[in-house]
């Protein structure tokens, strides 16, 4: 899996691009693949009882699963129903843009995901090894010791380099008039909560990716490995 | 050689402007907060829609608040 890439691409993805992006409708389609189903690998409890899944790897990235939520299929698919039924062009665009991005960028790690669903071919570049099975904690040690934890950190020193997209006047010129969403809130909210809003997940993405970093290697003693599919402590998932 | 001004653009890189600095501050010490608290209950680290929450209260309704008791 990827932690902070799927935070912190959406900005860069609205900055460079040549299209006009709006950046919520990027931003959730970065999120949703694992919106539904990275809960239940690492298992959530209600009241006496676990809900988790038998077989996680299946469940995330597989099939019969939910590893279509991965596919570049799908989101197509979300895309032209939220441009031809809900009637937005530019949020089915968005969405599209920013679930590609998750879709390619989970491509990193030993599972990968099923691209092009129906056909249930696991793309996997094996660059880093994917822990979900293990729990979340152990996950996130792992992920955070490997070459996952630096293709993070690649899009945080990028990011804070182009600090710039995160400033007020930036917000004002760029974000605000790609999207209607910005307009129809700020009736509702200030615009310093708005601009808050925005800021949010590049601010969760660098300081998780801080705090999981000082966790594992200060507080716990998991050593980096920097390795090809490492790090190889820990029992990579395979597909 | 004709020199000739050219616009820098809105986004390329620069150092942060002097009355930058306290919102700077202020998310810093955002940050500082919620480094500790998901390093003390790991839990916390795990969702988004809390890490948005988080940050809603801390960079804007607290400064807000402490903005309209002063």
Do not use: C
Request: hydrophobic share 50%; glycine share 10%; charged share 15%.
């Amino acid at each position: 899996m990827s932690w902070a890439a799927h935070d912190l691409e959406p900005y860069a993805i609205q900055r460079h691009s040549k299209l006009k992006l709006a950046f919520v409708p990027v931003l959730i389609g970065s999120y949703a693949p694992d919106l539904m189903t990275k809960w239940f690998v690492y298992g959530i409890n209600i009241g006496p009882w676990q809900l988790k899944a038998d077989n996680p790897i299946q469940f995330h990235r597989g099939w019969p699963g939910f590893g279509f939520t991965h596919s570049l299929t799908f989101g197509l698919l979300v895309g032209l129903v939220i441009w031809k039924v809900f009637g937005s062009k530019t949020w089915g665009i968005g969405f599209l843009v920013g679930h590609w991005a998750h879709a390619l960028t989970d491509t990193g790690d030993t599972v990968g995901t099923q691209l092009l669903f129906p056909w249930t071919q696991h793309f996997h570049v094996d660059a880093w090894a994917y822990a979900g099975q293990v729990g979340r904690e152990l996950d996130a040690a792992a992920y955070f010791s490997g070459l996952g934890g630096m293709w993070d950190a690649v899009w945080i020193v990028y990011g804070l380099y182009s600090w710039r997209v995160l400033t007020r006047e930036y917000f004002d010129k760029y974000i605000v008039p790609a999207d209607r969403f910005w307009g129809w809130a700020g009736k509702r909210v200030s615009q310093t909560a708005l601009l808050t809003l925005y800021r949010a997940a590049f601010f969760y993405g660098t300081t998780r990716w801080i705090a999981w970093t000082i966790w594992a290697h200060v507080l716990h003693d998991y050593p980096y490995d920097l390795s090809w599919g490492g790090p190889h402590w820990v029992e990579a998932g395979h597909p | 050689m004709r020199l000739r001004l050219t616009r820098r653009s809105d986004d390329a890189f620069r150092f942060p402007r002097r009355n930058q600095l306290p919102t700077l501050a202020l998310y810093l010490g955002a940050a500082a907060l919620y480094i500790g608290i998901g390093l003390i209950t790991q839990d916390f680290l795990f969702s988004v829609v809390v890490a948005i929450g988080y940050l809603l209260i801390v960079a804007w309704l607290v400064p807000a608040v402490v903005r309209r008791l002063r």
